[in-house]
């Protein structure tokens, strides 16, 4: 539970009234401050206000809907996002992840996953930065790796990735060609192991393949990703 003296704030955007209402009780409950909004214009509005340390934000709303919510949202300042959805489509999941979102939730949840994921997420969020000995810089093949900038590029070009985007590559590229599976990583990377979380990883995977190429991450048929490593 949070300290009194740093909660964690969370920014509620949903337009279910007693959804909005049954997640705030239950994130205060563990010791969160929260506050809630009900359409997408509003959200972006209380995010540059109450400045959050996580957003739980579903996809549809009045206004302007979740995804653009993300987007502007994460262009002024970046910030954990857990999106809900009504839709368990693979479609949803890529275009939210590629606008900023970091882990997602479908319809109907159960209060005790939701608030395991925002737990998650927040402490992903304060061990993003590495420890002084770690190594701050990696590189697999043209891809090169600043840990301590968060910077990605390809053959001198920036890669432009969002915040778990790169905890998942760095995740993998620590140690290429091992084969990580994908409850493997939901752990280290998400910091859960719900079995929902797994199509979550493969979206990141699909998502990090877009930006750095095919040849990047190899698929282990039933197991899990590599990194693949010039030899």
């Known amino acids: 539970m949070p300290s009194s003296d740093a909660r964690r704030r969370i920014l509620i955007v949903e337009d279910e009234p007693t959804i909005a209402a049954s997640i705030a009780a239950r994130l205060r409950a563990e010791g969160y401050d929260t506050r809630t909004v009900h359409d997408g214009l509003a959200a972006v509005e209380a995010a540059g206000e109450y400045r959050p340390d996580a957003l739980v934000l579903d996809v549809m709303l009045p206004g302007i809907d979740g995804l653009e919510v993300c987007r502007r949202v994460q262009a002024a300042r970046p910030v954990a996002v857990l999106m809900l959805t009504a839709r368990d489509d693979e479609t949803d999941m890529l275009v939210g992840l590629g606008v900023g979102a970091d882990d997602y939730l479908t319809k109907p949840f159960s209060m005790r996953e939701l608030t395991a994921r925002i737990s998650a997420l927040l402490r992903r969020v304060a061990r993003?930065?590495?420890?002084?000995?770690?190594q701050s810089a990696l590189r697999i093949g043209e891809v090169e790796i600043d840990r301590t900038e968060r910077r990605v590029r390809r053959d001198t070009a920036e890669v432009h990735l969002t915040a778990t985007e790169f905890d998942l590559l760095v995740r993998l590229a620590t140690r290429p060609r091992v084969v990580h599976?994908?409850?493997?990583?939901?752990?280290?990377v998400w910091g859960h192991s719900a079995a929902a979380g797994i199509r979550t990883v493969d979206s990141h995977v699909r998502a990090l393949r877009r930006k750095l190429g095919d040849g990047i991450i190899r698929t282990v048929h039933g197991v899990g990703y590599a990194l693949e490593s010039p030899r």
Not at 181 to 188: A, P
């Open 128 to 134: 993003a930065a590495p420890a002084p000995e770690t």
């Open 181 to 188: 599976t994908r409850e493997q990583l939901l752990g280290e």
